[in-house]
């Protein structure tokens, strides 16, 4: 198994940035994809971004692209997603998980704890 933590959240006003941070502990990291998501309060979990074991890769939320970007280092087990230019509708708690190169929430096995991102308007 592996253990996924996530930091880099906090209070941010609009139009600012953030960067998170989701370190791997356990098997072999580079092998896997790397997947963020994200859940609102009284929503369902959403695909964010995505990246091959390679980081040759990506996927982003079609509502995303161009404000999120993001990357991994497999030297250091770590996948980081860039945000800039948030809104408040950004608002939610983001997870990092590892497993399949796709948009969806059921081809990823492994999920951190989640990191808090609040935007204020």
């Known amino acids: 198994q592996v253990q996924l933590v996530e930091s880099g959240g906090g209070l941010v006003q609009s139009g600012g940035s953030l960067r998170l941070t989701c370190t791997a502990f356990?098997?072999?990291?580079?092998?896997?994809?790397m997947g963020w998501f994200r859940q609102a309060p009284g929503k369902d979990r959403e695909f964010v971004a995505t990246?091959?074991?390679?980081?040759?890769?990506?996927i982003y939320a079609d509502s995303l692209k161009g404000r999120f970007t993001i990357s991994r280092d497999n030297a250091k087990n770590t996948v980081y997603l860039q945000m800039n230019g948030l809104k408040p509708e950004d608002t939610a708690v983001y997870y990092c998980?590892?497993?399949?190169?796709?948009?969806?929430?059921?081809?990823?096995?492994?999920w951190g704890q989640g990191t808090q991102v609040t935007v204020s308007s």
């Open positions: 998980a590892t497993g399949t190169f796709i948009k969806h929430a059921w081809g990823y096995d492994s």
């Open positions: 990246i091959t074991w390679g980081g040759g890769s990506t």
């Open positions: 356990g098997r072999t990291f580079r092998s896997y994809a």
